[in-house]
Structure formats: structure tokens, C-alpha cells
């Protein structure tokens, strides 16, 4: 229900439904604490392995595998269950898991294959609800809030980031990384109480079809669309080559640049302060963004990408990594809405699943490729390849989007020529 009593900016006039409020500001808490186990499971890992860059990469890659192997399923959950009681369960899985990855390291006993088992689990769980969480932001404010509720989700995220590094820089410094684990674990509370408060009576839910119920239906209906095939072939190859920063940032910074935790932790914050400058900017979207939007963007974050991995010092690494950080969000965001907005509702959950597939599913196969390339080559030839990469896939995209421009307007041109061609009615019927 919206709140007609506190008008609020254009930009934050989602915030006027209750039940997006109560889910933002969970997700805040909670994705701060993840981004803390974040940075400290990636220092921990590098500190335990002598700073290798493969062990970071096989780290990602388990973290990242199960979306490629059962987030489709996970969409398929999400059209037929409850969103909210999938995204309860998911959260309560995953504060246990990170509670007994806090109670290894604060006992000092923890090892590495205990890390890439966590990674591992906890992938599992965020196949089912990262899916389930994109699929339900439509639940909370309908289609004409959509595009601001989806850039907003993607600020709060960013502002989670932001906090996040910055903190557990500082606490690993102090405390070392166990206390931050334990507050990661803690933090999966502000969604989990969220979620329950929330009216489940003011939920947008569309109606499900039991004949569409399968993973193969969506995949099908995604054929069937070239605008949506031709984005998502274009964020495959940009997640694929571009967007492995949880390996490319803790390398750079700690075997480029020597960076101690705290300094380690605010590469992650500026990256993120750019991606949160960034889905600010999309906040005042109100409808579809064509598909050209999406592939300038993608155009110009492979140059700022590979920008940065020429970076010579620290500061001018930053200043860098902040305007990836925006071009990277904005370019995610026009994609999503470009496929969001783009999809029938009773295929939303495994078209966004099969769009999670592709953006974080890949990962595996580019941290581990990335990783390879850092152990021969240095840290900066991940960002240096990743940007050309994405550069040359979003050229392409674009040369197609051009190609079927064309081939459109000659269609419509004949069109109307054989249309001209043919005898008018009154010439039809015999009249002057």
C-alpha cells in the first residue's frame, strides 16, 4: 500500500510502499554483512595460501558453480512458490552457514577446503534466492514502479557495498576476520524480520499457469524473442570476461599495489561508490530502455575496465575503479530492465533466473581464467582483458542490433510498396 502522507522525490518514490521499505531496509543490513564476509573470506584465503590467485579463483568459482547448475531451477521455484517464504528460508539457511564459518575460524581450526565448502553451500542457497528476490521486487510495488524499485534495489546493494568493505577492512585490521564472519552471520536478521513483517495482502502477485510450469517453457519463450536473446548474449560475454571484480580487486590490490586490510577493503568501497552513483542514475528510469542504451553502456565499461588496468598508483586505481563501478551498474540495470520489462509475468522468475544464470553463472568459468591469467601474466591483465572483451562483444551487439534496423526498414518499405501498388477501393469499385 502506498504511503500518501509523505510525498517523496521522483527517485524514491518507491519508498512509498511499506512493504518495499521493510525489504530494503533488510537487504541493507544483510548485504552489508555480506560484503564483510566477502572481503574477509578473501583475505583469509589469500593469507592461508601464500596470495594465490588460483585458490582465489577456484574460491569464486565454487561460490559461483551452483548458480550455473540450478539457478534455472531456482526461477522455476519462484514462478510456482511463494517468493516470500523461499526468500525466508534461503536467508535462514544461510545465517547457518555463516555461523559455523565463524565459529571454524574464531576457533582458530578453520582450513581452506572449509572455505571452498562454505562457497560452495552458500552458492547453493543463492541460486534459489537471487532469482526468487528479483522476481519479487515486481511483487512489492507492481509494473509501474518497477524500473525504480529495481534501481533503488540496486543502490541499497551498493550502499551495503559501500559499508560493507570499508568496515571490515577496519575490523579485520583490529579484531581479525572471525568477529567479522560472526557479524555477517547476525546481520541475515534484518531480512529475515523484514520479510515477516511485511502484509502479505498488499503483495502484487500475478496469476501462475500450470501449463507454463516447466524450465524448458521459459527457455522456450526466450527464443521466441530476439530482443531479449540478443541482450542476454551480450551480458553472457561481459560476465563472463568483465565482471570477476571479487578476484580482479583483492589481487590488484594486494600484489599491485602492497595494500594492507584497510586499504584493501576501500578498493572494494570506491568500486561500489561508483556502482551506487551509478544505479542513482537509473532511478528516474520510468520505462523499457532500448537495447542500444544497453550496448553503449556495455561499449564504455569495456573501456573504463581496461582503463583501469593501467592504473599507476593507487589513487588514480580508485578514481578509476569508481567510474567502472558506475558504468558496470548502469549497464546491468539497463539490461534488466530491457528484459524485465520486456517479459510476459508468468515468465518472470526464470527469465530473471535465466538472466542470473548468465551474469553470475559464468563466473566459474571467467574467475578461473582470470585466475589463470594473474598467476602468468600479473593482476592487472584480468581487468585489461576483461574490458577488451566486453568492448568487442558489445561492438558486435551492436553491429546486429544495426544489421536487424535495416533489415526492418527495407521489410517496411516493401511493405508499403506493394501496399502503393495495389488499387485503392473507389478505383476498386469502378469509382473516379
Given at each position: 500500500?502506498?504511503?500518501k502522507?509523505?510525498p517523496?522525490?521522483r527517485?524514491?518514490?518507491s519508498?512509498a510502499?511499506?512493504?518495499?521499505?521493510?525489504?530494503?531496509?533488510?537487504?541493507?543490513?544483510?548485504?552489508?554483512?555480506t560484503w564483510?564476509?566477502?572481503?574477509s573470506q578473501d583475505?583469509?584465503?589469500?593469507?592461508?595460501?601464500?596470495?594465490?590467485a588460483?585458490?582465489?579463483?577456484?574460491?569464486?568459482?565454487l561460490q559461483?558453480?551452483p548458480m550455473?547448475?540450478l539457478?534455472?531451477?531456482?526461477?522455476?521455484?519462484?514462478?510456482?512458490?511463494d517468493?516470500?517464504?523461499?526468500?525466508t528460508?534461503?536467508n535462514?539457511?544461510?545465517?547457518v552457514?555463516?555461523?559455523?564459518?565463524?565459529?571454524?575460524?574464531?576457533a582458530?581450526?578453520?582450513q581452506?577446503w572449509?572455505l571452498y565448502?562454505?562457497?560452495l553451500?552458500l552458492?547453493?542457497?543463492?541460486?534459489?534466492e537471487?532469482?526468487?528476490?528479483?522476481?519479487f521486487?515486481?511483487?512489492?510495488?507492481?509494473?509501474e514502479?518497477?524500473p525504480?524499485?529495481?534501481?533503488?534495489?540496486?543502490a541499497?546493494?551498493?550502499i551495503?557495498?559501500?559499508?560493507?568493505?570499508?568496515v571490515?577492512g577496519l575490523?579485520?585490521?583490529?579484531?581479525?576476520?572471525g568477529?567479522?564472519?560472526?557479524?555477517?552471520a547476525?546481520?541475515?536478521?534484518g531480512?529475515?524480520?523484514?520479510?515477516?513483517?511485511m502484509?502479505?495482502g498488499e503483495l502484487?502477485?500475478?496469476?501462475?499457469?500450470?501449463?507454463?510450469?516447466?524450465v524448458?517453457?521459459?527457455?522456450?519463450y526466450?527464443r521466441?524473442?530476439?530482443?531479449?536473446?540478443?541482450?542476454?548474449?551480450?551480458?553472457?560475454?561481459?560476465?563472463?570476461?568483465?565482471?570477476n571484480?571479487?578476484?580482479?580487486?583483492?589481487?590488484?590490490a594486494r600484489?599491485v599495489?602492497?595494500?594492507?586490510?584497510t586499504?584493501?577493503?576501500l578498493f572494494?568501497?570506491?568500486?561500489?561508490?561508483?556502482?551506487?552513483?551509478?544505479?542513482f542514475?537509473?532511478?528516474g528510469?520510468?520505462?523499457?530502455?532500448?537495447?542500444r542504451?544497453?550496448?553503449?553502456?556495455?561499449?564504455?565499461?569495456?573501456l573504463v575496465?581496461?582503463a583501469?588496468g593501467?592504473?599507476p598508483?593507487?589513487?588514480s586505481?580508485?578514481?578509476?575503479?569508481?567510474?567502472t563501478?558506475?558504468?558496470?551498474?548502469y549497464?546491468?540495470?539497463?539490461a534488466?530492465?530491457h528484459?524485465?520489462l520486456?517479459?510476459d509475468p508468468?515468465?518472470?522468475g526464470?527469465?530473471?533466473?535465466?538472466y542470473?544464470?548468465?551474469l553470475?553463472g559464468?563466473?566459474?568459468l571467467?574467475?578461473?581464467?582470470?585466475g589463470?591469467?594473474?598467476?602468468r601474466y600479473g593482476?592487472?591483465?584480468g581487468l585489461?582483458?576483461?574490458?577488451?572483451?566486453?568492448?568487442?562483444a558489445a561492438?558486435a551487439a551492436?553491429?546486429v542490433?544495426r544489421?536487424?534496423g535495416?533489415?526492418?526498414r527495407?521489410t517496411?518499405?516493401?511493405?508499403?510498396?506493394a501496399?502503393?501498388?495495389?488499387?485503392s477501393?473507389?478505383?476498386?469499385?469502378g469509382r473516379?
Amino acid at each position: 500500500m502506498m504511503d500518501k502522507t509523505r510525498p517523496r522525490p521522483r527517485a524514491l518514490r518507491s519508498l512509498a510502499v511499506r512493504n518495499f521499505r521493510l525489504f530494503a531496509a533488510g537487504q541493507v543490513v544483510s548485504v552489508a554483512g555480506t560484503w564483510m564476509m566477502v572481503v574477509s573470506q578473501d583475505w583469509l584465503v589469500l593469507d592461508m595460501t601464500g596470495e594465490s590467485a588460483t585458490a582465489l579463483g577456484t574460491l569464486t568459482a565454487l561460490q559461483f558453480t551452483p548458480m550455473l547448475l540450478l539457478t534455472l531451477y531456482g526461477g522455476r521455484l519462484a514462478d510456482r512458490y511463494d517468493k516470500r517464504l523461499l526468500l525466508t528460508l534461503a536467508n535462514a539457511v544461510s545465517a547457518v552457514l555463516a555461523l559455523a564459518l565463524a565459529v571454524l575460524v574464531l576457533a582458530d581450526v578453520v582450513q581452506v577446503w572449509h572455505l571452498y565448502l562454505f562457497a560452495l553451500a552458500l552458492g547453493t542457497v543463492n541460486a534459489v534466492e537471487v532469482p526468487a528476490r528479483m522476481a519479487f521486487v515486481s511483487e512489492l510495488v507492481g509494473p509501474e514502479l518497477l524500473p525504480n524499485a529495481s534501481a533503488l534495489s540496486a543502490a541499497y546493494f551498493n550502499i551495503a557495498r559501500v559499508v560493507g568493505p570499508a568496515v571490515a577492512g577496519l575490523l579485520i585490521s583490529a579484531v581479525e576476520t572471525g568477529p567479522v564472519m560472526a557479524l555477517n552471520a547476525l546481520s541475515y536478521l534484518g531480512t529475515l524480520v523484514g520479510l515477516r513483517l511485511m502484509r502479505p495482502g498488499e503483495l502484487i502477485r500475478a496469476g501462475r499457469s500450470e501449463r507454463a510450469s516447466g524450465v524448458v517453457d521459459g527457455l522456450r519463450y526466450v527464443r521466441t524473442r530476439p530482443d531479449l536473446m540478443l541482450v542476454l548474449g551480450l551480458l553472457a560475454a561481459v560476465g563472463l570476461f568483465g565482471f570477476n571484480f571479487q578476484l580482479t580487486l583483492p589481487l590488484l590490490a594486494r600484489t599491485v599495489f602492497h595494500a594492507d586490510a584497510t586499504a584493501f577493503g576501500l578498493f572494494t568501497t570506491v568500486f561500489a561508490a561508483g556502482s551506487l552513483l551509478g544505479a542513482f542514475a537509473a532511478t528516474g528510469r520510468s520505462s523499457r530502455p532500448a537495447g542500444r542504451t544497453v550496448m553503449v553502456s556495455a561499449l564504455l565499461f569495456g573501456l573504463v575496465e581496461a582503463a583501469s588496468g593501467f592504473a599507476p598508483d593507487y589513487a588514480s586505481a580508485a578514481v578509476l575503479l569508481a567510474l567502472t563501478g558506475f558504468v558496470a551498474i548502469y549497464f546491468t540495470q539497463a539490461a534488466n530492465h530491457h528484459v524485465q520489462l520486456g517479459s510476459d509475468p508468468r515468465f518472470r522468475g526464470r527469465v530473471l533466473a535465466l538472466y542470473t544464470l548468465i551474469l553470475q553463472g559464468l563466473t566459474p568459468l571467467g574467475a578461473l581464467l582470470v585466475g589463470w591469467l594473474a598467476d602468468r601474466y600479473g593482476a592487472r591483465s584480468g581487468l585489461w582483458a576483461g574490458g577488451a572483451a566486453s568492448f568487442a562483444a558489445a561492438f558486435a551487439a551492436l553491429s546486429v542490433e544495426r544489421l536487424r534496423g535495416h533489415r526492418r526498414r527495407r521489410t517496411a518499405a516493401a511493405a508499403g510498396t506493394a501496399a502503393d501498388s495495389l488499387p485503392s477501393p473507389s478505383r476498386a469499385a469502378g469509382r473516379p
